[in-house]
């Protein structure tokens, strides 16, 4: 996306609505009139509004073979509401990716931690660079067998305009911002911890299910499991969480794990900025 997806099921919910009202009163209908096909198509076509789109068509079928209009109305209404509803997911309206709050974000980190991400990511600075630098800074703090981590093939979303760091690492440090204590900056095992549990990072897949889920993570940084969800939710209200908020939908409406690479096509139709480092 370069961002967000208009939130918009509140927009069908009248349409919806009125389709089961419809259906429920054409039921009705046939049942005082006695008539007992319209009842049966009637009968489909509500079923179908409560669950299924296919018994919808199905008694939608039905009621223009035998003319029962209400039924024929109800069930056009709502195979229409599904029908738009299916193609506004599809093809959301996008939200423009607030680069700016992402530079921001990576400039509230401490300078000489940024410099030294930067030579050691050799100049590009992705989530794993974040988890390797806080494992040789201290890597008591983590966990036995966290590493060393390899390097993961893919973009990360690619760079944020003015800086070396990928939209997830940067993410990572707007994430940070939103810690219960602001009065210090983000240290570099805050930043490598959003950046493992952020969706689709390369130090989540790095890492592993096993490793980059659990508490263990959350101890380290000093967090509870409720703070962080606080921090991810407040992350995704700023501007730059458009595209947090874009892969977490996409990853509702495809089915697509959260914990492996995002292919670069599907970064930039969610609005990536897709830059590489120049070497």
């Given at each position: 996306?370069?961002?967000?997806?208009?939130?918009?099921?509140?927009?069908?919910?009248?349409?919806?609505?009125?389709?089961?009202?419809?259906?429920?009163?054409?039921?009705?209908?046939?049942?005082?009139?006695?008539?007992?096909?319209?009842?049966?198509v009637s009968v489909?076509?509500?079923?179908?509004?409560?669950?299924?789109?296919?018994?919808?068509?199905?008694?939608a079928i039905?009621?223009?073979?035998?003319?029962?209009?209400?039924?024929?109305?109800?069930?056009?209404?709502?195979?229409?509401?599904?029908?738009?509803?299916?193609?506004r997911l599809r093809f959301p309206r996008i939200a423009p990716l607030t680069e700016r709050a992402l530079a921001a974000a990576v400039a509230d980190v401490p300078p000489a931690?940024?410099?030294?991400?930067?030579?050691l990511g050799d100049g590009r600075v992705d989530t794993v660079t974040l988890v390797t630098a806080a494992l040789r800074i201290e890597p008591s703090r983590w966990p036995a067998d966290s590493g060393p981590l390899f390097p993961v093939d893919g973009s990360e979303g690619g760079l944020i305009e003015g800086t070396v760091w990928t939209v997830i690492a940067a993410e990572a440090a707007l994430v940070a911002a939103q810690r219960p204590d602001?009065?210090?900056?983000?240290?570099?095992?805050?930043?490598?911890?959003?950046?493992?549990?952020?969706?689709?990072?390369?130090?989540?897949?790095?890492?592993?299910?096993?490793?980059?889920g659990g508490n263990a993570l959350l101890t380290l940084a000093g967090l509870t499991a409720e703070q962080v969800t606080r921090m991810l939710l407040e992350a995704g209200k700023q501007p730059?969480?458009?595209?947090?908020?874009?892969?977490?939908?996409?990853?509702?409406?495809?089915?697509?794990r959260n914990s492996e690479p995002l292919p670069d096509q599907e970064w930039r139709r969610i609005g990536a900025p897709m830059r590489e480092a120049r070497r």
């Open positions: 996306m370069t961002g967000q997806f208009v939130s918009g099921k509140r927009l069908w919910a009248w349409p919806a609505l009125s389709a089961t009202v419809i259906a429920v009163g054409a039921t009705v209908h046939a049942a005082v009139v006695g008539n007992w096909s319209w009842l049966v489909v076509v509500l079923a179908g509004t409560q669950s299924s789109t296919m018994l919808t068509g199905a008694g039905g009621a223009l073979v035998i003319g029962a209009w209400p039924a024929v109305v109800a069930a056009g209404l709502e195979l229409a509401v599904r029908l738009a509803f299916h193609i931690l940024t410099r030294y991400l930067t030579v602001q009065a210090t900056p983000p240290d570099v095992h805050l930043l490598a911890v959003v950046g493992a549990l952020l969706p689709h990072s390369h130090a989540r897949i790095a890492l592993g299910k096993e490793r980059a730059g969480g458009e595209l947090l908020i874009a892969r977490t939908e996409l990853a509702v409406r495809t089915g697509s």
